[in-house]
């Protein structure tokens, strides 16, 4: 094959090509810390400019390139992780383009710019990241296109933008059905053939830990946490306890989660007569962790509850996730506590918070063996002198000394923290719960959302007889902070453009949810059911192969069709004549190129005189209705037209050969 | 259906069907898929849905780029391929001549001679062809090396578009031969005088008599302005001059015999043009053949060019015929 010599890019295909990679980096910077995204942006488009019209020196690229790989590490801190890679390739995507001086570049260029939404979508599969993709994709199809006409020679027609786009979106159309037999029934993995990695940057999910302040990220974010679908009973907005982490470990600052809780099975309990079942539909997180109502009777598959009823994922939820599940509120919750159970519900550093140590022995000496008057004195107290506030002053030493007797003012962490060295202090076995609570249904479908900022943190504590029992000593001052009671906790709210603005929160999250049940949760495991409503089961990997490659060739075909059918001829009655030609053709008294209808008509009337007449008489017809101006009649154009293409088709040759 | 091409050469016109377009991923192309298939494998590891309908997405495009390539070439007529003769060692500017239906727009493919060059001679460039309301040609440049005809080598018309992902292709391959002139001497002696009865004249516009004079027609050279006359009459007077020219020229091989058989022809072939650009008539007697002229004009050089064209090689005349009765 003889190749051409280098292309030079012409200032139109030069602009199309970086157009397309600034198009395809631009949901991917979005993706990235602000100041980060920022300096890739800005550099990038100063050494564009720079090198426009002249390269610039190797000695200078090579150190711009290093100086962006070390920004970028440094920026992570030197962890590798999926959002280090992403940022990498941003970086490296902005220096891509001030080596493009030929035809080969501006493609290569493409050809990796065109990683960056698939980049992005490993970060966020949102739909706004989603739309910026596909657009991007497009547009950078459109280049290609653009250089595949300069380097045939053939630009001389400068295509405008949107014909540009029209013609590859047509290529995509044509090529959307082979997309969507690959998307529904290419096998996916049940299993993931490597591990997935992490993002070095943690996410706002649930931790295993609780620092002071940790959580005020949290509060202001109003994206879905989750999104929950009730089958028959739903609980009461104030019995939405969404149970997380449960900490048991206190160190004087921070809460944790033992290893050694999760590893046991869950402790027995007794479920009441009320029963909740519902589905979960689990935002990524890239943490294990996961949420059930209070509390899960058992485990879904891939997941294991741990001695506190604790739910984790067998694996890092880095997509959307769903889980069916089912929860009773427990009429009675571990009634026997074990000795080293209770010594770690009492457990408390020494040398903390010594008037709160001092209060509990008090109060401990006031009620004697009555462990629920040491609770109830507890909330009266809280009811009475404490107020709820996000403004909070950083915790210092003794925190739980400073918040009870000289703040009195916090939100859930203090609240239960302290709540829980104070039962211990009194001799009670007490832990900190943390998870989301309330919910927020979705006026446009019958499901609830949970939010990021309903986080929350209660306690729980042992009362004998009863077991475990929750206690939410932040409820007690601010049950509008956490039941969503308030108009004004509806995301987007306040005045009339508020509640416009809720309700096209709403609607926006109905149809990201859509988005999530058509698309993003679609698993192994869906696609096993997919032929569920025709009575198939389940479909193994074989199957799915086999479905795969029968309809493969269908779209194929479809694709083949759609492609030729450009070459159709719009006028029905034209694209009629023709095929009564062709018909004529197979019995050898084909039309030649240069005859006239009339001539040709005549001339097979003279070969065959039995046929001619009726090929004669449709050969005027046609001819009036190309070439004579059209006369007022009775019947109307359409009718006229529709006629003549229904004798058209009629029309046969006599007989093979054209002989009887 | 398997795919077909010519495997000997055949009479035009040829309308290519489907079966004789070739479509294979180019370099780009290829490069492409291993990105894509990159994505796909990484979106499926990850189960991350959007990044496997974007793989799927632009695999599908992929693959309809392929097909509107292949579209591009199927149902395309090449009608014809000609050249007007040149010399040997001259590109011969080869035309293609095509034509399609009207109804797909069928723009920027190229022809080129699929590398049949080869032995030393770079392959001819590739020469774009557009088709425009159904027809549209392409002009090629090949290589020559020897006089005589030329059995054109196997043609491809080819494209890279839409995409640059694949490129799509069909041989051509037209039996009927273009012809090649031989190459003119390039330094020789100046032609035999005339031995011929008819002697003419011939205006000539820097002789050395002057003849007469006439109207200015544009194209006249500035010298040759009469200006005083000129004064005279307010418009532009040409002062033309006449100039004997000799009898017919009589260009005969047998008269060369001091020369090698190429070098024969070649001083032949030099003679023709010469005397053709001097306007005088000349004839051209091969071995063999009938006489050509005494004649001149545009046709008699063809003629009598062809005739030395088509003259056998050296070896082929002397085992056909005795030597000496060529020579």
């Known amino acids: ?660 | 259906m398997l795919l077909t091409r010519p495997r000997h050469a055949e009479q035009l016109p040829v309308s290519i069907d489907r079966r004789r377009v070739y479509v294979l991923p180019t370099r780009f192309g290829l490069f492409f898929s291993v990105l894509l298939l990159a994505m796909v494998v990484g979106a499926l590891n990850y189960n991350n849905n959007p990044a496997l309908m974007l793989g799927f997405l632009l695999g599908g495009a992929g693959m309809a780029s392929l097909l509107a390539a292949q579209m591009q070439l199927t149902g395309l007529e090449i009608a014809a391929i000609d050249a007007e003769p040149v010399p040997a060692g001259q590109p011969l500017m080869v035309r293609v001549h095509t034509r399609a239906e009207p109804s797909r727009r069928r723009r920027g493919l190229r022809v080129d001679d699929d590398g049949a060059g080869g032995g030393g001679v770079p392959a001819g460039e590739s020469a774009l062809l557009n088709l425009d309301q159904g027809h549209g040609e392409a002009q090629l440049a090949l290589p020559t090396r020897r006089r005589g005809w030329l059995e054109l080598p196997r043609l491809r018309v080819y494209t890279l578009r839409p995409l640059g992902l694949a490129r799509a292709w069909a041989y051509i391959w037209s039996d009927a031969p273009l012809l090649v002139y031989p190459t003119p001497e390039e330094h020789g002696p100046p032609l035999p005088t005339g031995s011929g009865e008819n002697v003419q004249t011939r205006l000539h516009a820097s002789g050395d008599d002057v003849h007469h004079l006439r109207a200015y027609r544009t194209g006249d050279s500035r010298r040759a302005i009469a200006w005083k006359p000129s004064a005279r009459r307010d418009s532009l007077i040409v002062r033309e001059y006449e100039q004997p020219l000799g009898a017919d020229v009589v260009l005969d091989w047998n008269a060369l015999s001091g020369l090698a058989w190429e070098p024969r022809v070649s001083r032949l072939a030099r003679w023709v043009d010469e005397a053709e650009r001097d306007g005088r008539r000349y004839r051209l007697c091969l071995p063999g053949q009938a006489h050509l002229g005494p004649d001149r004009g545009v046709q008699h050089r063809h003629a009598c060019l062809r005739a030395l064209a088509l003259l056998p090689d050296a070896t082929e005349a002397t085992e056909a015929t005795d030597p000496r009765e060529i020579a």
């Open chain 1, 1 to 660: 094959m003889s190749a051409l010599p280098p292309q030079t890019l012409d200032d139109v295909s030069r602009r199309w090509a970086l157009g397309a990679a600034a198009l395809c980096l631009l949901p991917l910077l979005l993706q990235l810390p602000g100041w980060l995204a920022m300096v890739i942006a800005v550099g990038g488009i100063a050494l564009t400019a720079a090198g426009w019209r002249r390269q610039l020196p190797l000695a200078l690229r090579v150190a711009t390139t290093l100086a962006v790989v070390g920004m970028v590490l440094a920026a992570y801190h030197f962890r590798f992780g999926r959002d280090t890679g992403c940022a990498l390739l941003a970086g490296m995507l902005a220096l891509k383009p001030t080596e493009t001086a030929h035809a080969r570049d501006a493609r290569s260029l493409i050809g990796f710019s065109l990683f960056a939404p698939f980049a992005t979508f490993l970060l966020d599969e949102g739909p706004v990241s989603l739309l910026l993709g596909l657009v991007a994709a497009l547009v950078g199809l459109a280049a290609l296109q653009r250089i595949a006409e300069l380097e045939s020679g053939d630009s001389r027609f400068a295509l405008p933008i949107s014909a540009r786009l029209r013609s590859v979106g047509h290529l995509a159309l044509v090529g959307l059905p082979i997309a969507l037999v690959a998307f529904w029934l290419f096998p996916r993995l049940g299993t993931p053939l490597w591990g997935i990695p992490q993002r070095a940057m943690g996410s706002s999910g649930l931790s295993d830990t609780m620092e002071p302040g940790q959580w005020l990220d949290m509060f202001v974010n109003d994206d879905p946490a989750l999104r929950v679908r009730f089958f028959g009973a739903v609980p009461r907005q104030d019995q939405m306890y969404w149970r997380g982490p449960v900490m048991w470990d206190f160190d004087g600052q921070a809460w944790r989660q033992p290893a050694w809780a999760q590893a046991l099975p869950p402790a027995p309990s007794q479920p009441s007569s009320t029963r909740w079942d519902y589905e979960l539909e689990f935002e990524p997180t890239e943490r294990m962790q996961l949420v059930a109502l209070d509390i899960p009777m058992q485990a879904p598959a891939l997941a294991r509850l741990g001695l506190d009823h604790n739910l984790q994922a067998a694996a890092p939820l880095t997509s959307v996730t769903r889980w069916r599940l089912a929860s009773s509120p427990p009429a009675r919750y571990q009634a026997d506590l074990p000795d080293r159970f209770r010594d770690a519900a009492l457990a408390l550093p020494d040398g903390f918070n010594p008037r709160t140590l001092a209060l509990a022995r008090e109060w401990r000496r006031d009620a004697g063996a009555d462990d629920t008057a040491i609770v109830d004195r507890a909330l009266a107290w809280v009811r009475r002198d404490f107020a709820y506030t996000l403004d909070t002053p950083p915790w210092g030493r003794n925190a739980v000394d400073e918040f009870l007797f000289d703040t009195r003012a916090g939100f859930c962490q203090h609240f239960s923290a302290s709540f829980v060295v104070l039962m211990r202090g009194a001799g009670i076995p007490a832990r900190v719960v943390t998870g989301y609570a309330g919910g927020y249904k979705n006026v446009f479908s019958d499901y609830w959302i949970v939010r990021r900022s309903d986080a929350h943190a209660w306690a729980e504590v042992w009362l004998q007889g009863r077991g475990w029992v929750r206690v939410d000593p932040t409820a007690a001052v601010a049950p509008e902070r956490i039941y969503d009671t308030l108009a004004d906790r509806m995301p987007g709210a306040g005045g009339l453009f508020g509640a416009l603005g809720s309700q096209a929160w709403n609607l926006r999250d109905w149809m990201r949810r859509g988005w999530n049940n058509l698309a993003l949760g679609f698993d192994a495991q869906r696609q096993s059911q997919l032929f569920k409503p025709l009575g198939v089961d389940r479909l193994r990997s074989r199957d799915l192969i086999i479905l795969f490659g029968l309809f493969t060739v269908l779209a194929i075909t479809w694709m083949a069709w759609l492609s030729a059918r450009g070459q159709r001829e719009p006028d029905p009655v034209i694209r009629a004549w023709h095929r009564l030609q062709r018909r004529y053709r197979r019995h050898g008294l084909a039309c030649a190129p240069h005859e006239p209808a009339g001539q040709w008509a005549e001339r097979v009337r003279l070969e065959h005189p039995d046929q001619g007449a009726a090929l004669a008489q449709l050969s005027d017809r046609f001819v009036a209705w190309r070439y004579a101006p059209l006369k007022p009649g009775p019947r109307s154009v359409d009718q006229v037209r529709r006629e003549l293409v229904r004798d058209l088709r009629r029309h046969r040759p006599l007989s093979p050969g054209g002989r009887p």
